[in-house]
């Protein structure tokens, strides 16, 4: 059985789960349990027109549908057309528990569903006891399930801070055990899977890290993210700044990643408005995504330098502001990539990369920014990574930004006659003939204006 997931077919149990298998999923409370399987048996009813049943312990079919139908899925639909059925069993009672197992052996019996999920087997189990539970998973319903090929999937919930699930007896007795996890990374956490037990599969990884979208469970699809190995395009993009464009020798290449570094003041958000929307006017989509500054900010900023922002916000600019702090880097980089995916930008503006490390793990960080430069030069995107930082001019800060860099520009403050001046040096810039001046240079009402 595949289970329309297509990351998680195709890395994770390539051959499918196993006909006839109870299948755990276990893991502490929002981990992401009910959707996982919910995704499982939907896709069931939209991709493979295979029967799907829901035995829900926890929570009614009113509620069950209307969160289902926030993420897409549409079980009230199935139910109409006959594919689906969802069994309510919220306010069962100890003295009724013998009755409603058999209610729920008669439903599968009688609609002989190819999918099932019980949630949650850790309420069965509490009103069952050890003994009777064990009797329930390993002869009835394993019995009934194996009887026409079906797969279950069982909820478990692993109470916060504990490794055991349930009373210990329930990973013994299925045939395969999914755990969904946090795992704490300072101020953020990430969500993992990992397949300790699944008879008749071998699992190739440890963990496999996920996220829950608007658009349900989604892996991290590494395996996309693969090295173009395409010849690199010779075609430069416009800085948006006159000078800065001669002093890089054109420009910047399609697919380049150019690092801003400088102190606070130093105008790196400046340099980034003039390339976002000098490139929007010559009709190029541009994508600007803010981590510091709201986009209402960012507009009166633009017209305060004379800049048309006007002209090509919401048409050939998109621009997104939203603080990185309790996301994970998987998260923040799902949500780049979403963007990318869904507008296809040829100029994107990302401001800025402190406020990543402010509340991201650093091996975390630098691993996400080897996704999204991956990502970058897959789709031949000209970016603009601004990182908040000072700079000699001879050494970068967060060396691994600068490694996947193509470019890097370097802005700071000098003191001469008792008067503050910026200056810019290109300190890299790979594969042009690129000016190696240091250049004195004023934020104007006009925006940045640069001078040998």
């Known amino acids: 059985m595949k289970t329309g ?98 209610l729920i052996m008669k439903e599968i019996l009688s609609f002989q569903p190819k999918r099932i999920v019980i949630d949650s087997i850790s309420a069965l189990t509490q009103l069952l006891g050890v003994e009777r539970t064990r009797i329930f998973l390993h002869t009835t319903l394993s019995r009934f399930i194996k009887s026409f090929n079906a797969v279950a999937f ?22 395969g055990v999914i755990m969904l996890k946090y795992i704490s990374l300072g101020e953020v956490r990430r969500r993992v899977m990992e397949i300790p037990k699944m008879r008749k599969r071998s699992i190739e990884k440890s963990q496999y890290e996920y996220v829950i979208t608007d658009r349900g469970i989604e892996f991290l699809a590494i395996p996309d993210l693969i090295r173009d190995e395409e010849d690199a395009p010779e075609e430069k993009v416009s800085t948006g700044i006159k000078e800065l464009d001669a002093i890089l020798d054109g420009g910047v290449y399609r697919g380049s990643i150019t690092l801003i570094v400088g102190m606070t003041g130093t105008g790196k958000t400046t340099f980034g408005l003039h390339f976002a929307i000098a490139n929007a006017l010559q009709g190029r989509k541009a994508i600007y995504i803010s981590f510091e500054e709201p986009v209402g900010q960012l507009k009166r900023a633009a017209k305060r330098y004379g800049m048309p922002i006007d002209e090509v916000l919401d048409k050939t600019l998109k621009m997104f502001s939203w603080v990185p702090e309790a996301k994970s ?115 104007t009402d006009k925006g940045v204006r640069i001078y040998e």
């Not at 630098?366 to 430069?373: A, I, N, Q």
């Open 329 to 443: 880097p998987v998260y923040t980089f799902f949500k780049i990539r979403e963007i990318i995916d869904e507008y296809e930008p040829e100029v994107l503006i990302i401001d800025s990369l402190t406020s990543l490390r402010e509340h991201m793990n650093e091996i975390e960080l630098e691993k996400m920014l080897r996704y999204l430069g991956l990502a970058i030069k897959q789709h031949k995107i000209a970016t603009y990574i601004t990182l908040n930082a000072e700079t000699d001019f001879e050494t970068v800060p967060f060396t691994k930004a600068s490694t996947l860099s193509d470019n890097i520009l370097g802005l700071k403050y000098v003191v001469k006659n008792d008067i503050i001046e910026r200056r810019l040096a290109v300190i890299k810039a790979r594969g042009s003939n690129h000016s190696r001046k240091i250049h004195k240079y004023e934020i």
């Open 5 to 102: 997931i297509e990351f998680f077919d195709e890395n994770i149990i390539k051959e499918g789960f196993p006909d006839g298998s109870l299948i755990l999923i276990a893991g502490e409370p929002g981990t992401g349990k009910t959707i996982f399987t919910s995704t499982i048996v939907y896709n069931g009813l939209e991709k493979f027109g295979e029967k799907g049943m829901y035995i829900s312990l926890s929570e009614t079919k009113e509620d069950f549908y209307s969160e289902m139908k926030r993420l897409g899925m549409d079980f009230e639909k199935y139910e109409k057309s006959g594919l689906f059925r969802f069994v309510d069993l919220v306010t069962v009672t100890p003295e009724a528990i013998d009755k409603e197992i058999e």
């Open 154 to 175: 069982l909820i478990a919930e692993k109470p916060l801070g504990k490794e055991s699930i349930g009373y210990g007896v329930e990973e013994f007795v299925v045939d």
